[in-house]
T-cell receptor, first 112, second 116 residues
Framework: SQQGEEDPQALSIQEGENATMNCSYKTSINNLQWYRQNSGRGLVHLIL?????REKHSGRLRVTLDTSKKSSSLLITASRAADTASYFCATVASGGSYIPTFGRGTSLIVHP | DSGVTQTPKHLITATGQRVTLRCSPR?????VYWYQQSLDQGLQFLIQ???????AKGNILERFSAQQFPDLHSELNLSSLELGDSALYFC???????????????FGPGTRLTVL
């Protein structure tokens, strides 16, 4: 399956610390996307990184992609209590279905 | 607010029943996607419609069906409901003009279905 797997499953940090989440996948991708989901709410698209890109930034978010290791990481710097949510990576396979396949997510808790 | 609306927010029904979930996409978005989110299966893609036509199919059961109407709103019909169908059902929309999965999907708030 193309499904990405996030690691760790759960992460608990203090406000102001950095949070790093990882995503590993199995086959070649066209792009990889990160989403955030607040408890019981819809997913919110954070950032998309294409297979020919290595790093992207958006505000306090930094995403890296290593296609040789088939992995990506999401770094949230100077975290805030409002960053508490689940974070999902979604992969779009190359040469196949263009529908993103979601992992099971990392649950992040940021303590004030 | 993503601009995608879903009704109802909550639905409680009994096994064997049939329900209809409704989704209105963001203004201008032609694609609608349906997902099921449960604790054991995670977020599973069910089906996509683009401008009224079915475009992609995922792990959708035969008891489930969907359609997209000329005004682009979509309905997901779930029949012969089982306990295991209890889940959050999300609709998402996108422009999806590229056809290669680079368009951002905007998710609605979801419908929580409980089958008793």
């Amino acid at each position: 399956s193309q499904q990405g797997e996030e690691d760790p499953q759960a992460l608990s940090i203090q406000e102001g610390e950095n949070a790093t989440m990882n995503c590993s996948y199995k086959t070649s991708i066209n792009n990889l996307q990160w989403y955030r989901q607040n408890s019981g709410r819809g997913l919110v698209h954070l950032i998309l990184i294409r297979s020919n890109e290595r790093e992207k930034h958006s505000g306090r978010l930094r995403v890296t992609l290593d296609t040789s290791k088939k992995s990506s990481s999401l770094l949230i710097t100077a975290s805030r209590a409002a960053d508490t949510a689940s974070y999902f990576c979604a992969t779009v396979a190359s040469g196949g279905s263009y529908i993103p396949t979601f992992g099971r997510g990392t649950s992040l808790i940021v303590h004030p | 607010d993503s601009g995608v609306t879903q009704t109802p927010k909550h639905l409680i029904t009994a096994t064997g029943q049939r329900v209809t979930l409704r989704c209105s996409p963001r203004s201008g978005d032609l694609s609608v996607y349906w997902y099921q989110q449960s604790l054991d299966q995670g977020l599973q893609f069910l089906i996509q419609y683009y401008n009224g036509e079915e475009r992609a199919k995922g792990n959708i059961l035969e008891r489930f069906s969907a359609q997209q109407f000329p005004d682009l709103h979509s309905e997901l019909n779930l029949s012969s409901l089982e306990l295991g169908d209890s889940a959050l059902y999300f609709c998402a929309s996108s422009v999806e003009s590229s056809g290669i999965g680079t368009d951002t999907q905007y998710f609605g708030p979801g419908t929580r279905l409980t089958v008793l």
